[in-house]
């Protein structure tokens, strides 16, 4: 494991964020990345964490909250972004607000090579799709990126991801 | 096998209320058989009316939300049974309206046409309920009860295909930012402060 982030500090910091732009619906597919994130979701009574089978779902999901006044965020690790295209349609076809926050494999310090087609690939498709790309390198990013983020998503109606990238998030050694 | 239009008309006289989510060639029926502010019609992207219906539920617990997914549509997208019976939304109602074919493109047979039990899936998957109806007078004589037990309840309808009269296919009404905006609009007196 490379990097010195605590985990439980940038999560934390992220859930507050949220949490207060109204966000209530934690949509996710697992990821250590995300897990920290997700367990702060569960255990807050402001908030429900929906465990998805596949990121797809999560698209479509959050666009149905949004029908009836519902916030949604969308995590994933970044092996899921290549599951969502096809349904990111939804962003621009329909002009719903989208939050994703990815939890990024296959760039810094990588050492498993499957990681790195979809990795590399991942800001590129978002961008392809209308979904804006708000990355994360460093630990004092954080806070301002969260809410770039959110104001993107919830006050200009944009699809947008936060990228948390493994410079920032470290490489697993796995 | 029943007429869609058939099934749809039955729907439509239990519906009392609820939110439908219809997809593709189901749209354009349902938006013929009950036009109504409390339809969303989900395309764009195959697969995803199911998963919207989710969003809804969940956002809008008290509310029933009926699926009107289709045979194909559900394909793209099975791991949303997974998902939709771990969530258990008891106001969730998915019909499947299974005519064995991707219509909306030329009605092309499906793969599993003919072999696949979509309620059985769901029951695998771990709905509250699944049934499969072959006749209207079934399907009509359940429809109460599918609408009212808790969810979520899972009914595969077995439709001919291609039986409607031609459709009007409006694209322009189905993408209409004002369609969304009647939506919300119909929503809003349902939405607790």
Not at chain 1, 60 to 76: F, P
Not at chain 1, 80 to 93: A, D, E, K, Q, Y
Not at chain 2, 86 to 109: M, R, T, W
Request: include cysteine; hydrophobic fraction near 45%; charged fraction near 20%.
């Amino acid at each position: 494991m490379t990097g010195t982030v605590n985990r439980e500090n940038f999560s934390r910091r992220i859930f507050e964020r949220l949490a207060d732009a109204g966000v209530t619906l934690f949509s996710y597919v697992p990821d250590f990345g995300n897990d920290e994130l997700v367990k702060i979701a569960e255990a807050d009574n402001r908030t429900t964490a929906v465990l998805l089978s596949s990121e797809q779902e999560g698209v479509a999901l959050c666009a149905g909250a949004d029908l009836v006044g519902a916030r949604g965020v969308l995590l994933m690790q970044s092996s899921g972004v290549g599951n969502c295209p096809n349904m990111l349609s939804l962003v621009r076809g329909g002009r719903f607000p989208m939050l994703m926050i990815v939890t990024m494999r296959g760039d810094y310090g990588e050492q498993n090579p499957w990681q790195y087609p979809m990795g590399q690939a991942v800001e590129p498709v978002l961008e392809a799709m209308g979904i804006q790309c708000i990355r994360v390198e460093r630990d004092d990013e954080l806070d301002q990126a969260t809410d770039s983020a959110i104001s993107s998503a919830f006050a200009a109606g944009q699809g947008v991801a936060l990228i948390l990238s493994q410079k920032f998030l470290g490489a697993k050694a796995f | 096998m029943m007429q869609r239009m058939a099934s749809f008309e039955k729907i439509r006289d239990a519906r009392d209320g609820a939110i439908v989510v219809a997809t593709y060639t189901s749209a354009f029926e349902w938006r013929r058989v009950d036009p109504d502010p409390l339809n969303f019609v989900s395309v764009g992207a195959m697969g995803q009316a199911s998963s919207h219906g989710l969003g809804l539920a969940i956002g809008l617990p008290e509310q029933k939300v009926i699926v009107l997914d289709g045979d194909g549509s559900l394909l793209m997208n099975m791991s949303t049974l997974t998902t939709i019976a771990n969530e258990a939304p008891d106001n969730l109602v998915h019909f499947v309206i299974e005519n064995g074919s991707y219509e909306a493109n030329g009605g092309h047979p499906i793969p599993s046409q003919g072999r696949m039990d979509f309620a059985g899936m769901a029951r695998a998957a771990g709905y509250a309920h699944a049934a499969t109806y072959e006749g209207l007078n079934q399907f009509a004589a359940d429809l109460p009860e599918l609408l009212s037990r808790p969810g979520p309840v899972f009914a595969a309808l077995k439709v001919e295909a291609g039986d409607a009269p031609p459709l009007d296919y409006d694209y322009d009404w189905l993408h209409s930012a004002d369609r969304r905006r009647e939506f919300r609009k119909a929503v809003k007196p349902l939405l607790k402060d």
